[in-house]
């Protein structure tokens, strides 16, 4: 259960960080360059619009990917899925470790750190993918 818990959250904080990179580039940085007075109305629909898309591609997760990090009684997991859970698990102090520079000391989160822990997350997804996909061929 924890590895089912584990890989929607990073799948969910991953979704979120590129939506936090598609939002700056393609939607603030333009706006502001041409009407810099709706740029807070913009990004206040934007993070609504994100966190209800998040929920919906959550949500299809749960559904299409309902094997990953998901075992039966007589399936053991791989190697792969250890990795999966430990890129998740950096992920997640990455995240951590930001949050308590912004929150505890003021500190801005960088482009770099949020690219690290996207980077962090996309290997654990992916990783936890594929090695449920292998799963369902050996059963086949």
């Known amino acids: 259960m924890f590895a089912r818990i584990n890989f929607l959250l990073g799948l969910g904080l991953l979704i979120q960080i590129t939506f936090y990179f598609a939002g700056v580039y393609l939607l603030i940085l333009p706006l502001s360059a041409i009407a810099p007075g709706w740029v807070k109305p913009a990004a206040g629909i934007a993070i609504l ?43 997640h102090v990455g995240t951590i470790y930001a949050a308590s520079g912004l929150l505890a000391r003021g500190e801005p989160i960088s482009e770099m750190t949020l690219l690290i822990i996207a980077a962090l997350y996309f290997a654990g997804a992916a990783l936890g993918i594929h090695e449920w996909r292998q799963r369902k061929l050996a059963r086949s």
Request: no cysteine.
């Open 49 to 91: 619009a994100a966190t209800g898309v998040t929920a919906q591609l959550l949500s299809m997760a749960m559904g299409s990917l309902r094997g990953v990090a998901l075992y039966a009684k007589e399936e053991r997991p791989a190697m792969l899925t250890f990795l999966s859970q430990a890129a998740m698990i950096f992920g």
